[in-house]
């Protein structure tokens, strides 16, 4: 079983920047792909980004395209994702999410792909 914890959400201005931490272990995780997802309030969960097991390829949303930057981390099998520019519509719960199928060479965008996935960390961005 695969454990995920997300942090480093916060309360920023617009305009500001924050770094989301994803810490994971349980299983041969680097040969994973990960993604970050986010739900604001009565919105449907929407992908963020994505980073294949290798780190080779890499995808992000439309509206975050950059802006954000995911990595990885495989010495402490964890993701990160680097915010910049914030604006009020960013202000989300964000998740973190893996991919058990090993070694898959594409971004995977759609939630219901993934089987791991973290409580979420609260990111609001004020106006």
């Known amino acids: 079983q695969v454990q995920v914890a997300e942090s480093g959400g916060g309360l920023v201005q617009a305009g500001g920047s924050l770094r989301l931490s994803c810490a994971t272990s349980g299983g041969t995780l680097s040969e994973y792909g990960m993604g970050w997802f986010r739900q604001a309030p009565g919105q449907e969960r929407e992908f963020v980004a994505g980073i294949t097991w290798t780190g080779g390829n890499i995808a992000y949303a439309d509206s975050v395209e950059g802006r954000f930057t995911i990595s990885r981390i495989y010495a402490k099998n964890s993701v990160l994702l680097e915010m910049n520019s914030l604006s009020p519509e960013d202000t989300a719960v964000y998740y973190c999410?893996?991919?058990?199928?090993?070694?898959?060479?594409?971004?995977?965008?759609?939630?219901?792909?993934?089987?791991?996935w973290g409580q979420g960390t609260q990111v609001t961005v004020s106006s």
């Open positions: 999410a893996v991919d058990r199928r090993p070694r898959r060479m594409r971004v995977i965008r759609t939630g219901y792909e993934y089987d791991f």
